[in-house]
């Protein structure tokens, strides 16, 4: 069984390994998935560098006190259907989050999603895809391949970008969900992913780009049809997955529900963070009855005990933590016998919030370049 968060996170989630959620005992920023494999949108950060923007988008991150760059993948944005014909987009709502789960390294992004009116080139014709759209984001992808070389030379790490941007296309939900004619773009979200590349002082940053590249991915199908991965769900008013029964991989296609919220002392499969969107995709379940999170923003996380994990309420900053799971101080704070603080942008280290990593005994944003990354898979949209 497997939950992967859309974003790049998820997508590198699917080649490398199933990310869980909750957040990382381990201070480098290694893949250490804590608790029920819910690796899907919800709960957590994945590795790899990326962010998808999905929610479908995480906030991109770096690495807690070990300072390797970590975070949550991919944040979905909400912005309005547009149709083709040039029908303006309606919509905006905020929305951040997350992309695959587990706290495993790649990218978070966060901030709202990006408001309505987009034109109707954003939209997919009726009965599929748009190809104008498609060439859009094939055209920042080539902006993005061309920034890797660059942002990769430069920890020395050897690029292997000749296949980039089919690299990107052939593995990127979004891509997928484009042409099944399930998936707009915005292009005011996309226009400013591309800046962001092309931005000498951002390129490089994988917060600055994933923030920029969210909410390029807009999804529209409603719970219960159809769906290849979360990118294609409407998810902009709640958590959602592309829930797909078999684990085998034969099973291509799914369908979209809503991933249960817990309550207190009800049991869960992971923590979704403050400001991620934790929609995911989800193979070999077939239900959504083992998929429920705990939000952060409802002052709970899942605590994961022997006799199975259920919500508990969060720790205050000071409040003994003791045993508790990592998530137990919430996403700005870890237990060291009690709930600490974690240190922000520009403060000395200690142990960084996960989006951060330690630079010259700073918290800093860190670079995207790694060794998925230098191989086709950018940061973000």
Known sequence: M???KIGWASVIGLLVLSAACGKSEDDEGDDDSAGAGHGGSGAGRAAGGGAGAGAVAGRGAGAGSGGNAAGRGGSAGKAGNTASGGSAGQGA???HGGTEAGQNGGGRSGGGGTAGASAGDAGAPEGGADPGALEAVEDTIATACTAAATCCAAPGITPMLDDCESTYSAHHQG????VAGYVTVDSASLARCKA????AADQCN???IVAACEGVFI??????EPCAGGYDCDRSTDTMTCLITGSSGQETLGTCEKVPRAQLNESCSGTCSSGDDCSSTTYGFATTDDLALCFEDDGLYCEYLESGSVCRAALPLGEPCGEAS???CGSKAHCDTTCVALSDLGESCGSCIDRFTCVDGKCADPDWANDSTCMGYPPGP
């Open 219 to 224: 999804g529209h199908q409603a719970v219960g």
């Open 206 to 208: 994988l917060n600055a």
């Open 2 to 4: 497997l939950i992967s």
């Open 326 to 328: 990592p998530d137990a």
């Open 196 to 199: 962001a590349y092309e931005s």
């Open 93 to 95: 709502g905020a929305g």
């Open 175 to 178: 891509i997928a969900g484009i």
